[in-house]
């Protein structure tokens, strides 16, 4: 799972919404929608469901209890919630089963990568910003919401890079980690819930001589990982999520299994085309709200909060929509404390 294609040679907004925001119910008949998801269950077929059903329920709770608004395609400003959540055969694993199926056998017939979801552009961009973002954090040097990312390149950052431990969940074909390997990263390891996505990304990096990059099939809200990273890349991945049905409720969960993923002191990098920046950071928000309750309720000691926004890539183009400047990508920067 890789997230959201986007058409950059379409100018249209609301096409790319209404293109990227097709409705389940459109797409497949009441049998395909029940084998999806199955798919998409919150009991896993790695472990004991027992677990999982309760983190659903919690989930499905804590929602209720809080005022969490469903991200909108483009405008933070808007006054009301949207009508219903947007679901899309995007938000099913029987989609990027299907669609990695497809790209291993033009990998293994032509040699062709697949698709660069956000595009080239925007996985270079994503993978250099993170370069100095971690550079400057590693001479602690915390960018602030005026200051944009500023480090400088050189064997100084390199050697930094090389000790930091990197997640990419939802991989899709492993291309974002290939970049930040080529910006100096060396511990990389990457994702995915789809046994295909894995199976073409570990192949691509073999062939591209990225062999060091570890590769594992793992589903992201039911994480069998037993560690911590340092930097954890998700680049669609959470738009994939919320384009579930049951979106919200899996964004929780999302937000719940991500903070037990980045070490403290580590950072989260969330890429995006369904969210802005401002609702990314107006969710965590929520989340961090959310673990400071429920810990008060535990009688636990946890008076910070998870998360805390650091900084966003502002080079991205932008546009005038509503009355409001927008971009069409989001990248956004949390720290964990």
């Known amino acids: 799972?890789?997230?959201?294609?986007?058409?950059?040679?379409?100018?249209?907004?609301?096409?790319?919404?209404?293109?990227l925001a097709l409705s389940a119910a459109d797409l497949v008949s009441d049998d395909d929608r029940s084998v999806a998801a199955d798919s998409w269950s919150i009991k896993s077929e790695y472990g004991s469901t027992l677990d999982?059903?309760?983190?659903?329920?919690?989930?499905?709770?804590?929602?209720?209890?809080?005022?969490?608004?469903?991200?909108?395609?483009?405008?933070?400003?808007?006054?009301?919630?949207?009508?219903?959540?947007?679901?899309?055969?995007?938000?099913?694993?029987?989609?990027?089963?299907?669609?990695?199926?497809?790209?291993?056998t033009n990998f293994r017939e032509h040699g062709?990568?697949?698709?660069?979801?956000?595009?080239?552009?925007?996985?270079?961009?994503?993978?250099?910003?993170?370069?100095?973002?971690?550079?400057?954090?590693?001479?602690?040097?915390?960018?602030?919401?005026?200051?944009?990312?500023?480090?400088?390149?050189?064997?100084?950052?390199?050697?930094f890079l090389s000790s930091w431990s990197v997640l990419d969940i939802g991989t899709g074909n492993g291309l974002l980690l290939q970049e930040l390997a080529k910006q100096g990263?060396?511990?990389?390891?990457?994702?995915?819930?789809?046994?295909?996505?894995?199976?073409?990304?570990?192949?691509?990096?073999?062939?591209?001589g990225f062999s060091n990059i570890k590769f594992m099939v793992d589903d992201v809200l039911e994480t069998k990982l037993g560690q911590e990273f340092q930097l954890v890349m998700d680049k669609g991945t959470l738009d994939a999520i919320g384009l579930h049905p049951d979106?919200?409720?899996?964004?929780?969960?999302?937000?719940?299994?991500?903070?037990?993923?980045?070490?403290p002191g580590g950072i989260l990098v969330i890429t995006s085309c369904n969210s802005t920046k401002d609702e990314l950071v107006q969710e965590v928000e929520s989340f961090n709200r959310r673990k400071i309750a429920s810990?008060?309720?535990?009688?636990?000691?946890?008076?910070?909060?998870p998360f805390e926004y650091v900084s966003h890539v502002r080079t991205y183009?932008?546009?005038m929509f509503g009355g409001s400047v927008g971009s069409r990508v989001a990248t956004v920067a949390f720290l964990r404390k």
Not at 63 to 73: C, G, H, I, K, T
Not at 190 to 199: K, L, M, V
């Open 317 to 319: 183009p932008t546009f």
């Open 52 to 104: 999982d059903d309760q983190r659903h329920a919690d989930a499905a709770e804590a929602l209720s209890n809080v005022n969490l608004r469903p991200p909108s395609d483009y405008s933070s400003d808007k006054d009301e919630p949207d009508s219903e959540a947007v679901s899309s055969m995007l938000g099913f694993q029987s989609y990027w089963d299907s669609a990695y199926a497809d790209e291993l």
């Open 295 to 305: 810990a008060q309720e535990l009688e636990e000691s946890c008076r910070e909060p």
């Open 247 to 263: 979106g919200p409720v899996k964004r929780m969960m999302y937000w719940d299994s991500v903070s037990r993923l980045v070490a």
């Open 112 to 159: 062709h990568a697949g698709e660069v979801w956000f595009g080239v552009d925007v996985m270079e961009v994503v993978a250099s910003w993170t370069k100095s973002l971690c550079v400057d954090i590693s001479q602690d040097r915390i960018p602030n919401d005026v200051d944009d990312v500023k480090a400088e390149a050189g064997e100084l950052g390199d050697k």
């Open 185 to 208: 990263f060396s511990n990389l390891t990457g994702t995915d819930y789809s046994e295909r996505a894995i199976s073409l990304a570990q192949s691509l990096a073999n062939r591209d």
């Open 1 to 19: 799972m890789a997230g959201i294609r986007l058409q950059p040679e379409d100018s249209d907004v609301s096409q790319q919404s209404r293109a």
